[in-house]
């Protein structure tokens, strides 16, 4: 891992990322996602956190967006920052799906975009960005190989805190 600067090790000590599956592999239906994520969400407040990174996919991270969004509304020092894996991640997705991105994009507090164009590696390199720049990760995970298990792998190696919401 780089070495970070004062300012940025302060920032990353009151970081939390989100990762999780996709909706079609999710084994609950989405409120009851949504309660334990805004369960966790409003637990790493309560512990100091105060900025927050989504990823931007279908699914958890925009549904983990939205909860943090919603806390913002009352809570001036909370931030929303989207890791985009590149650029037109949302165009092939349903219409609903594009206009939740969308919106979350705009209400965001900034905007990283990893690559121009699609490519596999684009997302472990979001990934990876995301936990390389928080303290806490808070993930939906079933047990399923893929993205969200390797991100989960990198963040135990790297000794940053985990939380697991197995549902």
């Given at each position: ?107 965001s507090n900034g905007v990283k975009i990893f690559e121009k164009h699609f490519s596999y590696s684009s997302f472990q390199t979001r990934n990876r960005w ?19 298990k390797n991100t989960l792998d990198y963040a135990r190696k790297i000794g ?8």
């Amino acid at each position: 891992m780089a070495q970070l600067s004062l300012n940025e090790e302060e920032t990353r000590l009151k970081t939390c990322a989100f990762t999780g599956h996709r909706p079609e592999k999710l084994n609950a239906e989405p409120a009851v996602i949504k309660r334990a994520l805004t369960l966790e969400i409003d637990i790493a407040i309560a512990d100091g956190f105060t900025e927050f990174i989504t990823g931007m996919a279908r699914g958890v991270d925009l549904w983990a967006a939205e909860l943090v969004l919603e806390r913002r509304k009352s809570n001036a020092c909370i931030s929303l920052f989207c890791a985009v894996p590149y650029e037109g991640f949302e165009q092939k997705w349903a219409l609903s799906w594009q206009n939740l991105y969308h919106d979350v994009l705009s209400e965001s507090n900034g905007v990283k975009i990893f690559e121009k164009h699609f490519s596999y590696s684009s997302f472990q390199t979001r990934n990876r960005w995301m936990v390389d720049h928080s303290s806490r990760v808070i993930a939906v995970y079933n047990g399923e190989k893929g993205g969200t298990k390797n991100t989960l792998d990198y963040a135990r190696k790297i000794g940053i805190d985990v939380r697991i919401l197995d549902i």
